[in-house]
Every structure is written in structure tokens, then in C-alpha cells.
């Protein structure tokens, strides 16, 4: 069922964890790096209404989301690397159109298909880890592949700003091809078939929709999977519509791209803590504290926006201490999620996967949607989805929040 094996040789950690990292970095780069050039993008197709050049933004995620159920059980039937190899060829090709596309209608299709070839990086780049390694060594490399990858936020609008000084907006989707197409290189030379003959799943639909059934009527899963949606549309909302927050309310311009790195690194810091206090605390008593803290800061930030005191010195540092604990909530979530799933492993993480960021991307569209021309409206959304997030995690614990289960 597989078509082409490809090398036979075995992948040295360092190249694992690269190679890793950098097909997870293709999606992150697939949306910050062309944040800069929204406005560029609206003024080129005389786009009626501002907020509709957010949907570069939130086409590309729904259709990432989307896909990420569909490339497992290929993965699973027909091998890692020539599923990731045909994704990369989709990719490349939503580029290209993206560069020659003559209308916004026919970009927005590009960047739907650019999500379809993303989508399979998340899936088949954690699928190759297991496939290789377990237990605690398969926990450290993607932890290290992590590391690598939370530097791309930080530094892709920032990239953009630059291509964007030096070329037509057009010029970044040419910047993607051509890391899209050095992934696709690297993958055919040095990247072996990592699925077992003996672990090979037949396409069978039937069995996937019954494996896909089985995990949502799993309480723990679902509930921590609804919270997530509401943390992941909170967050998307933020990306989606951050150039007009810093560029059309605060007049940043060109410094657009150093107070998103800002956020970035305030989230990258919460990671960091969390990775270093989680065995000690356990993931229950952080996650319920740092939601509870991202949905209060959030309400007084709308306070505070609602009271006139709306200048970028109070919102940046108000909104990096509120998204600081996102880091210290989504991985928690993710774990609290998976815990319960000793089958059908597979399809967990990819309907996880797949619904949060489908979700996500639609409260994101409401959230960025509602712009006016103030941050008000963003931060309403975003403090509504952290109050919904606390919800579906107290209706999933039964009202017993901070509790670990007496066998941690």
C-alpha cells in the first residue's frame, strides 16, 4: 500500500529534531509572516470592508484544521513520507497561485490549499517521532523540537516587514515556496519510511468514523477539547487581528512586528515555566489557576479599555501578563485531553487537532470581525471565550477544580 520507501538510513537526533522543527515552523510561518501585509493585500484588491482581508488568515487555519482528520488515517495506510511528500507538493502549489492569484477570491482558494498541505505537518511530524522512539525519549525530542519552533512567532512578522521594505507583498508567498520547497527536497533525500509494514492501517472509513466516534463520548476528552477551542479562538483572534490593533489603532507602522514578537515571547516564557513546575504541581492545579488568571486579566483589560485608558503602554503589557499563561493552559489542556485515550491514540490527537483549530478559526472570525476601529471590541470577544473555557473545564470536572486524581 506504501509507494516509495525512499533512504534507508536512520536519522541522527539532531536531524530529527530539525527536521521536526521545521516542518512544524511551516505553518506558524504560513500565517505570521504575512501578517504585515494585510493592508497591502486589502488596498491591492480594493477590499470594500477592512476586516475582510482576515480572511487570509482564518480560510488558511479552518482548512488546516479540517484537514488534520483526513491525513492520520492516510499516514496510517499509505506510509509517512509519500502522504508528507504529496502535502509539501499541495503546499508549494497554493504559493504559486498565491503569487500569480488575480482576484482575492482566488487567493483566498490558494491559501485554503496551502492550509490543506500545512495540515499534514502536524499529523505525520509527531506520527515519525513515534514511529522512531517512546516513552520519555520521544517526550524530550519533541520537547527539543518545541524549543526550536517557538522561536518562529518571535521573528516571521518581523521577516515579512523586511520583504515587505524590498518587494511586493506577493514576494512573501514566493519567500514560503521556497521553504516549502527546501522541506520537500530534504524530505526526499534524507527522510526514510518510518511506518512498519506491520502497523499499516487500511483507508476503511467505516472504521475511522467508529475509531473518531469513540473518542468524543470519552468526558474528559471532550471537555478539555471544548476549553481548548475557546483558548485556541482567543489566541487566533489576537494573530488575526493583530496588524489592526497595532497598526490602526496604536500607530506602530512598522513596529508592528516587534510588539507582536513581544507577545510571542511572553508566551514562550509560560511554556518554559511550565515545563520546569508541571511534575511538581501537576497539570490540573496549573491549568485551572492560569485559566482563571487569563480570563480575570482579560475582564479588567476591558475594563480598563472601557475606562479611556487605551494607550499602547498599558495595552501591551496587559495583554502579554493575560497571554503569558497560555503556555501554561493549551499544553496542560492537550495532556488532560489525551490522558484518558489508551486506544485510538491516532485519531484522538488528530481530531484534537483538527477541531480546535476549525473551532478556534470560527471564534476567531467573530472576534476579529468585530473590529470598529478600538481595541474594545477584540478584547470583549477574547474575555468571552476565556469565561466559555472556564466553563467547559468546570463542567468537566464536576465543579472540583485544582484536584489531582489521588493515583498522581
Known sequence: MRSGAGPTHALSTFELVAMVAALSALNALAIDVMLPAL?????????????????????YVAAFGIMQLVYGPLADAYGRRSVLVGALGAFALGCVLSVLAPTFEMLLAARALQGVGAAATRVISVAVVRDLVEGRRMAQIMS???????????????????????????????????????????????????????????????????AYASVLRNRQ?????????????????????????????????????????????????????????????????????????????????????????????????????????????????????MEPMARNVGSASALFGALTAIGGSVIAGFIARAFNGTALPFLIGF??????????????????????PASV
Not at 493585500?41 to 476586516?51: K, R, S
Not at 527539543?144 to 521577516?159: D, E, S
Not at 493583530?242 to 514578537?261: C, I, K, M, P
Not at 469565561?387 to 470536572?397: K, P, T
Open 144 to 210: 527539543m523540537a518545541m524549543t526550536v519552533f517557538m522561536l518562529v512567532p518571535i521573528i516571521a512578522p518581523g521577516v515579512g516587514q523586511l520583504i515587505l521594505l524590498v518587494a511586493p507583498w506577493r514576494w512573501i508567498f514566493g519567500a514560503l515556496l521556497i521553504y516549502a520547497l527546501g522541506i520537500l527536497a530534504w524530505t526526499l533525500i534524507r527522510l526514510p519510511e518510518t511506518l512498519k509494514p506491520e502497523n499499516v492501517t487500511p483507508f476503511r472509513p467505516r472504521a475511522i468514523a467508529g
Open 383 to 404: 474575555t468571552i471565550a476565556g469565561v466559555l473555557m472556564l466553563i467547559a473545564v468546570f463542567c468537566v470536572e464536576r465543579g472540583k477544580l485544582f484536584r489531582e
Open 221 to 337: 476528552f471532550l471537555g478539555y477539547m471544548i476549553a481548548s477551542t475557546f483558548l485556541s479562538g482567543a489566541l487566533f483572534g489576537y494573530i488575526t487581528a493583530s496588524e489592526q490593533l497595532y497598526v490602526d489603532v496604536f500607530g506602530l507602522g512598522r513596529n508592528f512586528a516587534f510588539a507582536f514578537a513581544s507577545i510571542a515571547i511572553a508566551i514562550t516564557i509560560g511554556t518554559f515555566l511550565n515545563s520546569r513546575i508541571v511534575m511538581r504541581y501537576g497539570m490540573r492545579r496549573i491549568s485551572h489557576v492560569m485559566a482563571i488568571w487569563f480570563t480575570v486579566l482579560g475582564a479588567v483589560h476591558v475594563l480598563m479599555a472601557a475606562a479611556g485608558l487605551n494607550s499602547i503602554w498599558v495595552f501591551l503589557p496587559m495583554l502579554a501578563i493575560t497571554l503569558l499563561p497560555f503556555g501554561m493552559v493549551g499544553g496542560n489542556f492537550n495532556a488532560l485531553a
Open 39 to 59: 493592508p497591502n493585500i486589502g488596498e491591492t484588491f480594493a477590499l470594500a470592508n477592512d476586516n475582510d482581508r482576515q480572511l487570509v488568515v482564518i480560510v
